[in-house]
């Protein structure tokens, strides 16, 4: 099904620079503040091609997206990015620590053939928001690359295609290296023409399901679509056609899965004891008692995944048997409480119709449904507008955020499982947007997939 293929990835020169001042975290959790630091970290990092700076004066022809061209090309002229010598697949390790463990997870930088999600080769799980395509689809008109890959996850329990890439792991790998956040990084390329074919052998029956990435998967189909009306050829192979991913096993024992909490902000005329008792007619409500100094938030976290039926600190499980449906909900001042579903049974009867027991299982479906669309007036239109709607990973933050006024309220989540993710996908649904961390994000700035011929 899926149609993976190697490729001549750009990656830095030796000379350029140390990767860990090369490289950031995908474009979508650099806030301005971390822009700008890794604009002074160093002048070829790769925050200028993939998420340039805006400047008051800018126009059609000096913007983000003409710098970032400007600077590909003059990087690729000067040798600061050199193409690899042959096509390649390029094993990738990540070593991170979660929960008081340090785990490595270990993927494959490939191309993958575009196609669309009605094929049911490459599946989706999340919705996505126009304004963040449309900046991925300049980006890709005016430099014509991936900068950055798309996460995918592909089922492999006999783990064949990680035995294969693994006989190169012996050697020292082409990179190695620490960032900003204590990670390690180690990347080994893989051009041995037997390796790569068995590789693909192995792949061609698999689904992808897109664990991060769905902007610039969605912006990669349009970009296809519209190279090949202006080329007029419907029919050829193309750089354009693919796109780059990086490929983690569904089962590779690094896989872990964070949970993404909502801050809710410009409700009017907010009351928040009417809300609660609102509430109380589909959850019950418990009240905890925080902590002036928040020094026992950890143990309300701890307990909220007790509660939903969770076990394991690092890659969670759930017994279907005791699962709950159990949130945090913070309102300031220190009032924070649990919010347990009822009646797990009714869940079918209270949940949308048209959608699979999957899809209605879900805690954010659970929660967008019965308490922000329903009672809080925080449809799919103002999701989509994002003007009500924040998502955030840090939680002590969060508390914070909504006892300096910045947001009303703060709702916890448990993770999605991964299993909940496979299931959605392949029912052809999409859950709600951010559902999923998948931790740690991938790296950008390791390997260029470039959307034109090297003749180098």
């Not at 899926?2 to 650099?30: C, E, N, W």
Request: charged share 25%; proline share 6%; aromatic share 10%.
């Amino acid at each position: 099904m899926a149609q993976v293929k190697p490729f001549r990835g750009l990656r830095y020169a030796p000379d350029a620079g140390s990767m860990a001042d090369l490289v950031t975290p995908p474009y979508d959790v650099i806030d301005a503040k971390a822009q700008d630091g890794y604009y002074r970290r160093h002048p070829y990092n790769i925050i200028r091609l993939e998420y340039g700076k805006v400047y008051p004066d800018d126009n059609e022809s000096n913007n983000r997206y003409t710098r970032a061209a400007a600077d590909f090309n003059a990087w690729l002229e000067k040798g600061v990015l050199v193409p690899d010598k042959s096509p390649a697949l390029y094993l990738y390790e990540q070593e991170f620590d979660v929960g008081g463990r340090r785990l490595v997870r270990s993927g494959m930088f490939c191309t993958v053939k575009l196609e669309p999600y009605e094929k049911g080769v490459i599946l989706p799980h999340e919705e996505t928001l126009p304004k963040h395509k449309a900046d991925r689809l300049d980006l890709m008109r005016a430099c014509r690359a991936n900068f950055s890959p798309i996460f995918g996850l592909y089922a492999d329990e006999e783990m064949t295609v990680d035995g294969l890439l693994r006989r190169e792991r012996d050697r020292q790998p082409e990179l190695a290296f620490t960032d900003e956040n204590g990670h390690g990084h180690r990347m080994w390329v893989i051009s041995n023409p037997a390796i790569i074919e068995q590789v693909q052998q192995a792949m061609a029956g698999k689904r992808i399901y897109i664990a991060d990435g769905h902007h610039r998967y969605e912006t990669a189909l349009a970009y296809s679509r519209e190279r090949r009306l202006e080329e007029g050829d419907p029919e050829g192979a193309r750089p354009y056609d693919y796109v780059m991913m990086t490929l983690v096993n569904l089962y590779d024992p690094g896989l872990v899965v964070l949970p993404t909490h909502r801050l809710v902000r410009n409700v009017v005329n907010l009351d928040v004891e009417e809300l609660l008792g609102r509430i109380q007619e589909h959850f019950q409500v418990e009240a905890f008692t925080l902590a002036p100094d928040r020094s026992n938030f950890t143990g309300f976290i701890r307990e909220l995944a007790s509660r939903g039926g969770f076990t394991g600190d690092v890659r969670p499980a759930a017994d279907p048997r005791t699962r709950r449906h159990c949130f945090g909900l913070y309102c300031g001042s220190g009032r924070l409480y649990f919010l347990t579903l009822r009646d797990e049974g009714a869940l079918t009867r209270l949940m949308p119709a048209g959608h699979s027991a999957a899809w209605q299982g879900l805690d954010v479906s659970v929660l967008h449904h019965l308490i922000l669309d329903r009672l809080l007036g925080i449809g799919g239109e103002q999701r989509a507008k994002e003007s009500h709607l924040t998502y955030t990973r840090e939680e002590v933050e969060a508390l914070k955020a909504v006892d300096e006024g910045e947001y009303q309220l703060a709702f916890f989540l448990n993770p999605t499982l991964v299993e909940e993710v496979t299931a959605v996908a392949a029912s052809g649904e999409k859950m709600p947007q951010k559902s999923t961390f998948f931790y740690p994000k991938l790296i950008t700035g390791l390997v260029i997939n470039p959307l034109f011929a090297i003749n180098s």
